[in-house]
């Protein structure tokens, strides 16, 4: 489904220009002038993280990174970023004109969602917290549905931790809160806990969505991930969903680091066929890798590989 670059990993914390414990997670973007920005996730030795961009003409090396954090935590403003920001998404919104930066922002109350808004990735307008925690993984959608804006995003609730959608007239106000992808129980490969990764791809059939789930083993947790398309006006209708996972640590660099057994991707660029994905990804907290795949294989895969859990609950 995904082929690895073979140069990765391809952004590591020996890249950066200064010290800093670990990067990875990173949000991904082609700007107008061909370049590829990666806003990364960046966790320094106090333990902390923020965020910090790398720039690339091809999207593989060559990589100039910021000299300074890109956007820091500002706790005096925003006490919910006490703890660090973290695992941002990116969402290039045309009716604004402007970049969508949904990331994590945690303190002592949790992990919650906060928004911030740019143009250059240098200055950014911050709304704060949209969504108060427990609650991460989320990413606009980049335009209106129905009028309203859509958010993607993961609570954590009494039910569980599920995908859901919320809805907004002015991204300040959220309502119309929506669960559409349930974590399965049971021995699957996404029960108890799944979230969004990357932004999702809108496509002719639907918003085409990378999702990851955590398998809880003995020896610790295995993040993989797996495929969804949802409705593109009403995102809370799941049209299909794999039944297995199709992308998980298998290398070195996925297997071992900070975090074991981890893939995360928070990023992708589609390349100008339409077609082919380049998908930016956390391997085992420790770096940033590139794994190339194509919008056509992963939707044929969908229908070849969907429909097995109604199947059995049937």
């Not at 090396?61 to 920001?85: M, Q, S, V």
């Not at 309502?175 to 932004?199: F, Q, T, Y």
């Not at 809370?236 to 900070?258: A, V």
Request: proline share 7%.
């Amino acid at each position: 489904m995904f082929a690895r670059h073979p140069d990765n990993p391809i952004l590591s914390r020996q890249d950066w220009p200064y010290p800093v414990n670990s990067v990875f997670n990173a949000a991904a973007v082609l700007l107008a002038d061909g370049d590829t920005l990666l806003l990364c996730r960046v966790e320094d030795r106090t333990g902390l993280s923020h965020l910090c961009a790398a720039r690339s003409a091809n999207g593989i090396d060559g990589w100039r990174i910021d000299a300074t954090p890109t956007l820091k935590a500002n706790p005096h403003d925003y006490p919910e970023e006490l703890w660090g920001i973290e695992d941002p998404r990116i969402t290039y919104v045309p009716e604004l004109e402007q970049y969508a930066v949904a990331y994590t922002s945690f303190a002592r109350g949790g992990p919650g969602v906060s928004l911030a808004l740019t143009r250059d990735f240098k200055s950014f307008e911050r709304f704060g917290v949209i969504m108060s925690p427990e609650d991460k993984d989320a990413a606009l959608l980049p335009r209106r549905l129905n009028g309203d804006w859509a958010l993607i995003h993961r609570p954590v609730t009494p039910t569980g931790a599920h995908m859901w959608v919320s809805y907004s007239p002015d991204l300040r106000h959220w309502g119309g809160h929506k669960v559409m992808l349930e974590a399965r129980r049971g021995g699957w490969w996404d029960a108890n806990k799944i979230g969004l990764c990357s932004p999702p791809i809108e496509t002719p059939k639907g918003w085409l969505t990378i999702y990851h789930g955590v398998r809880q083993t003995a020896a610790g947790s295995i993040y993989r991930l797996g495929l969804a398309l949802f409705d593109l006006e009403k995102p809370e209708i799941c049209l299909q969903r794999g039944d297995s996972w199709m992308f998980g640590p298998e290398t070195p660099y996925e297997r071992n680091g900070d975090v074991k057994d981890v893939v995360f991707p928070c990023g992708q660029t589609i390349a100008p066929d339409g077609d082919t994905i380049r998908l930016y990804y956390g391997a085992a907290d420790s770096c940033v890798a590139l794994a190339t795949g194509s919008i056509r294989t992963l939707l044929a895969w969908l229908d070849a590989h969907s429909g097995m859990q109604e199947e059995l609950e049937s």
